[in-house]
T-cell receptor, first 114, second 113 residues
Framework: AQKVTQAQTEISVVEKEDVTLDCVYE???????LFWYKQPPSGELVFLIR??????QNEISGRYSWNFQKSTSSFNFTITASQVVDSAVYFC???????????FGIGTKLQVIP | NAGVTQTPKFQVLKTGQSMTLQCAQD?????MSWYRQDPGMGLRLIHY???????DQGEVPNGYNVSRSTTEDFPLRLLSAAPSQTSVYFC????????????FGNGTRLTVT
């Protein structure tokens, strides 16, 4: 069975601090994709990044970076120099076999305090 | 380019009433789905479709019905609303079933009293 664990339900940081959001996943499939989505207070869900199971390269996009490690089944998300606009709920998701196997974590609510 | 359009944005129903949540996408995506979002439970799949005329159940299908007569539209019907269906509903579409990210509508907040 597929499972995504986001152990941090809520995190508060002061603006300009770095913050890492953890995501641990479980699947028996060898081909899978991992995603991060952002849900700001306005409520919409926005895609941030995708990573497939054969590509363990870390990625940096501006203040955002992602660390994918198959050995620990983790796909963590780091925001450097956080800003108030980063305040949102962040979801990690796993797709290992189509829609029937799309699994979301429960989300991590990040609050960035000015 | 509107993406995924969901209506209505808010809805209040009484127990036993029925209604349809509308979803339309203009990206020519074959794959569409409905999720519900509840506190502490993330997003859970209700129903999905891999193309016009083809639908299937997700994790929490009971009390909901769907149809896919065109590529663009994927309405979700609540047959007889119950308080347990109070939730935020999201429609999503994607280009492929496995590797494509989901494009979400803006959500419908439904309250059943």
């Amino acid at each position: 069975a597929q499972k995504v664990t986001q152990a941090q339900t809520e995190i508060s940081v002061v603006e300009k601090e770095d913050v890492t959001l953890d995501c641990v996943y479980e699947t028996r499939d060898t081909t899978y994709y991992l995603f991060w989505y952002k849900q700001p207070p306005s409520g919409e869900l926005v895609f941030l990044i995708r990573r497939n199971s054969f590509d363990e390269q870390n990625e940096i996009s501006g203040r955002y970076s992602w660390n994918f490690q198959k050995s620990t089944s983790s796909f963590n998300f780091t925001i450097t120099a956080s800003q108030v606009v980063d305040s949102a709920v962040y979801f990690c998701a796993l797709n290992s076999g189509g829609y029937q196997k799309v699994t979301f974590g429960i989300g991590t609510k990040l609050q960035v305090i000015p | 380019n509107a993406g995924v359009t969901q209506t209505p944005k808010f809805q209040v129903l009484k127990t036993g009433q029925s209604m349809t949540l509308q979803c339309a996408q203009d990206m020519n995506h074959e794959y569409m789905s409905w999720y519900r979002q509840d506190p502490g439970m993330g997003l859970r799949l209700i129903h999905y479709s891999v193309g016009a005329g083809i639908t299937d159940q997700g994790e929490v299908p009971n009390g909901y019905n769907v149809s896919r007569s065109t590529t663009e539209d994927f309405p979700l019907r609540l047959l007889s609303a119950a308080p347990s269906q109070t939730s935020v509903y999201f429609c999503a579409s994607s280009y492929e079933e496995l590797r494509s990210p989901l494009h979400f509508g803006n959500g419908t907040r439904l309250t059943v009293t």
